[in-house]
């Protein structure tokens, strides 16, 4: 079978019919392999794997010979390969059936999985199988959301997609609209960048518990660095707020942040920021679909008073990455992403009626990552995408209070969504250092993903390490976190002892 088919065009479909299987299976088969959330062995055993499966994607070659038709002559393949590439970039190939089965089973045994309970460091979701579907179909048919004539339907979908996005957010606002991002680093990005064209002496303000795509997008824009405004809890002080701000002000809040999901006050900073005349950005990128749950929703309060969201839905979405999306309040801020390029958007073209695509992202050819989560959105419905937010927060609230209950493990308070962050009770006498040590302990040994934050803990306000949970798999109870955390704790008492014994520790 020729190694060069395509998946589109006539025939497209049956070859991937034969392709599908054979990754399929041998993604089985390094899942398998694997055994737990994340190999054992750490960054070293990783890449021993992967010198060891190329040496037998070489015996397969040296056994087939080329599989392309005029890949190389006789005395091209007589050459030693040389250069540090030359294992990576083979010269001669050995065929799609082989390089997806030994591919797909090293990806499948070296990956993390965020379909395993105990992986659950950081806001890495386990996509949905109807979404991964969807996106097989998009990969094949390759729409480039660039221009209307590559991409027809696909930008069709997109702009009505899109349009339900901005509706969700801003219910009562007249003109809504909203893009496609790759996450929430691009929208806020976004943001700012709109905030900047609206006035070129913006000011970003953020709280301690901003994400760092807000600091890089500033730079990125040559703004000046946010002031940072004091938070308690992880949530920021809107009185704290009130001191700083003008009307050059730019405020970025946070629903959910990545450390704890907690989300800022939004009424009060909204009410804020429209007195000081300052513009509003809030990056939902975590907390944002909390929209489609009736329950839930409420803690989004203020959302439809800023003038752009951030929302993601390679988070609470189940989608893989990327899928983020960006909505403003006044669809005209969005035009100031507008740029021509004749090839693309010729002032004739638009006139006669062809749609602009240009001006709906900061890139250029950019895949059309709308349809999967268009396609999610018509299985589920937004009452099922809520109903699995849901789940996940109270799942988180159930694990949170095992912690509690839990003898050798402290919780650091109750979660807002669904992230439940701990601590083992043994760190107090140790340190910050225990903890670490635990995490990287149970990474090595392949059997718990989990993520870490240095948080403001006790009246001092001094920074303490915990160990972080960050719930997005819709399908486990808090029974299935119950062996996690008797290993987080189990672990840390063994690391006490081995600290204790070990001659540095002498």
Aim: hydrophobic content about 45%; aromatic content about 2%; charged content about 20%.
């Amino acid at each position: 079978m020729r190694a060069d088919g395509l998946a589109g065009g006539e025939g497209g479909a049956d070859r991937l019919g034969e392709l599908i299987p054979v990754a399929l299976r041998a993604m089985a088969a390094g899942i398998a392999e694997r055994g737990g959330p994340v190999p054992a062995g750490g960054p070293a055993a990783v890449a021993a794997a992967l010198v060891a499966e190329r040496g037998e994607l070489g015996q397969v070659t040296a056994a087939s010979g080329p599989i392309l038709a005029g890949a190389a002559t006789a005395d091209e393949r007589a050459k030693p390969e040389a250069g540090p590439l030359s294992a990576a970039l083979p010269r001669t190939g050995v065929g799609a059936e082989a390089a997806l089965e030994h591919l797909s089973r090293l990806l499948a045994a070296g990956s993390a999985d965020p379909g395993d309970p105990s992986c659950a460091a950081h806001l890495h979701c386990p996509p949905l199988a109807v979404s991964v579907a969807a996106d097989v179909v998009a990969s094949a048919l390759n729409p480039s959301m660039d221009s209307w004539d590559q991409a027809p339907v696909a930008s069709e979908l997109e702009r009505e997609f899109t349009a339900g996005i901005a509706r969700m957010c801003y219910p009562h606002a007249e003109t809504p609209d909203a893009v496609v991002t790759t996450g929430g680093t691009e929208s806020n990005l976004l943001g700012l960048l709109l905030a900047r064209e609206r006035n070129p002496r913006a000011q970003p303000v953020c709280g301690a518990n901003a994400h760092h795509s807000v600091a890089r997008a500033a730079w990125l824009l040559g703004l000046p660095a946010p002031v940072v405004v004091p938070c308690e809890g992880d949530r920021m002080l809107p009185g704290a707020l009130a001191d700083v701000l003008t009307p050059d002000s730019v405020v970025v809040a946070t629903a959910g942040t990545t450390n704890t999901g907690t989300l800022d006050p939004l009424p009060e900073i909204a009410r804020i920021c429209r007195r000081n005349h300052a513009r509003l950005h809030v990056d939902a990128a975590y907390g944002g679909m909390a929209l489609c749950s009736p329950s839930l929703k409420t803690k989004l309060d203020g959302l439809e008073l800023a003038d752009s969201v951030a929302l993601d839905l390679h988070k609470f979405g189940w989608q893989p990455v990327a899928a983020g999306l960006f909505a403003a309040r006044e669809a005209a801020d969005l035009g100031a992403l507008t740029v021509r390029a004749e090839y693309l958007n010729a002032d004739d073209d638009t006139e006669a009626g062809l749609p602009d695509l240009l001006g709906r992202s900061i890139r250029t050819s950019r895949r059309p990552d709308a349809f999967r989560m268009a396609v999610t959105v018509h299985a589920l419905g937004t009452d099922g995408l809520g109903a699995l937010v849901e789940r996940c927060c109270t799942t988180a609230t159930e694990v949170a209070r095992m912690v509690d209950d839990h003898p050798g493990l402290r919780l650091w308070g109750a979660p807002e969504l669904s992230t439940v962050v701990l601590r083992p009770v043994v760190a107090d006498e140790t340190g910050d250092e225990l903890v670490a040590r635990v995490r990287r302990a149970l990474l090595e040994a392949g059997t718990a993903v989990i993520g870490r934050a240095a948080l403001p803990t006790g009246p001092g306000g001094e920074s303490r390490l915990w160990l972080k949970l960050t719930l997005l798999h819709p399908h486990t109870t808090a029974e299935d976190y119950r062996p996690l955390l008797d290993r987080i704790a189990a672990t840390a008492g063994a690391e006490l002892v081995a600290g204790r014994e070990s001659p540095v520790a002498s």
